[in-house]
């Protein structure tokens, strides 16, 4: 039988144990794998992030900042409230949309920065932000809807799109709007087909924060058109030189209607791995999103919750754990930002929160894929190139990371634009 039969004939397992006792490794029908696996992209800063460790690893003396987490323990208050947890026996199956003390702590953290009345229903606990973000997609958007994405986005967005059956619709806010979509740029975009608008503020992988004004402008043409806003929000609280962080949901009891918020406990409180997110919605929608998590995943690990719970609850040690981690991120965001304006042929802008910079590289003569693996492969530092925020012609750098590693990290790609440029002028 042909390579080309087999391939288009299903194949059954036979009956008994197979003789080496393991499956087989090849394809058992003529399409192994889904539209969905086959149309969805793996992570490309999970993966640079991943390299970068292997070169560690290897006795590599590599400068990361491609990780998009912060590199500070959790606080121990928070740690103690899980082990604690643990000790009473708090290892069972929570309720699907979160224990009620931290849905009743969200829901008042609410009320006490925004203004925003919302109900322990409306709140749902997930495993990680990132699962926050697609129960929501997925709770509103349906095979065919259009979404608008502007960019640079966060490199998951169009991905939960697609796997929602949706249709992700990009923007291109750059440097020349302070990486902000205008309200002109979203009136455009919009067709029949629009669904839903996601946002992002602080951002992720600019530090762009939008103010109030800009964002009230912006609402007020989503509402209009009658588009949903998933508002990500898990950066809130590293802010920067001022900047001030409002929910688009507080606005009105119109946005109130038609505004998800996603946060979660990953940055502000330095707990990547808990995989704890958070979504704030209208009571259908919560609805909707804990229905589909119950046919997922169940509940957010349970003695989880509770560490969660502490760093909302016993808030004095945490804000002085995050007024710590926020000093040390300001000293490294300004002396990046400050060092990637020296080197010649790069330019910056400040960020006002998250961790990261995103300066423009394009006139150095290399696409931002090709400049990274270059970078890493001859500097060996990790950075992440634009292109995978659907943003060519840019870099995305973490500053959370340490300071002398931001320092060499710097002196090694002067020395390597250096090259670049006197590389452009040859070539004139």
Not at 85 to 94: E, N, P
Not at 163 to 187: I, N
Not at 263 to 268: E, L, N
Not at 364 to 375: D, I, N, P, T, V
Request: with cysteine.
């Amino acid at each position: 039988m042909s390579n080309q039969s087999i391939s288009n004939q299903p194949t059954s397992l036979p009956d008994g144990p197979l003789s080496d006792g393991h499956f087989p490794s090849g394809p058992l029908s003529s399409g192994p794998l889904s539209t969905w696996a086959l149309n969805v992209a793996p992570s490309p800063t999970l993966a640079i992030d991943a390299r970068a460790k292997a070169l560690l690893a290897a006795g590599e003396d590599v400068c990361g900042f491609a990780a998009g987490e912060p590199d500070f323990d959790t606080p121990g208050h928070i740690k103690e409230a899980a082990a604690a947890a643990l000790r009473a026996g708090r290892t069972k199956y929570a309720p699907t949309p979160g224990i009620l003390p931290l849905r009743e702590a969200i829901a008042e953290d609410c009320a006490s920065r925004f203004g925003l009345r919302v109900a322990p229903s409306q709140v749902v606990v997930s495993p990680g932000g990132k699962f926050s973000c697609y129960l929501s997609i997925l709770a509103v958007c349906s095979p065919g809807d259009e979404v608008i994405i502007p960019a640079p986005y966060w490199v998951s967005y169009p991905e939960m799109v697609k796997l929602a059956g949706a249709v992700p619709r990009f923007v291109l806010a750059g440097d020349d709007t302070g990486f902000r979509l205008t309200p002109a740029q979203l009136e455009a975009a919009i067709t029949p087909r629009t669904r839903l608008l996601i946002l992002n503020s602080p951002s992720n992988p600019t530090g762009a924060v939008y103010a109030r004004a800009e964002l009230e402008a912006i609402v007020e043409v989503a509402l209009r058109r009658g588009l949903f806003i998933l508002s990500d929000e898990i950066y809130e609280h590293l802010l920067y030189d001022g900047a001030r962080h409002v929910s688009p949901a507080a606005f009105s009891r119109e946005a109130a209607a038609r505004v998800i918020i996603v946060s979660g406990f990953s940055k502000t409180y330095s707990m990547t791995g808990w995989r704890l997110g958070t979504t704030v919605a209208p009571a259908p929608i919560a609805k909707a999103v804990a229905g589909l998590q119950s046919q997922t995943t169940s509940n957010a690990t349970t003695f989880a919750q509770y560490g969660a719970l502490a760093a909302l609850k016993e808030k004095e040690k945490t804000r002085a754990a995050l007024d710590a981690m926020l000093a040390a991120f300001d000293r490294r965001r300004r002396f990046l930002h400050a060092g990637l304006n020296k080197i010649d042929g790069v330019r910056c802008l400040p960020a006002q929160g998250a961790f990261y910079l995103f300066p423009n590289i394009s006139s150095l003569g290399l696409g931002s894929a090709e400049f990274c693996e270059r970078l890493l492969d001859q500097c060996k530092v990790a950075a992440v190139p634009g292109s995978a925020f659907g943003a060519e012609g840019y870099l995305r750098l973490s500053y959370a990371t340490g300071d002398e590693i931001i320092k060499k990290g710097l002196e090694r790609l002067a020395a390597f634009c250096a090259g670049l440029k006197r590389g452009v002028a040859s070539s004139e």
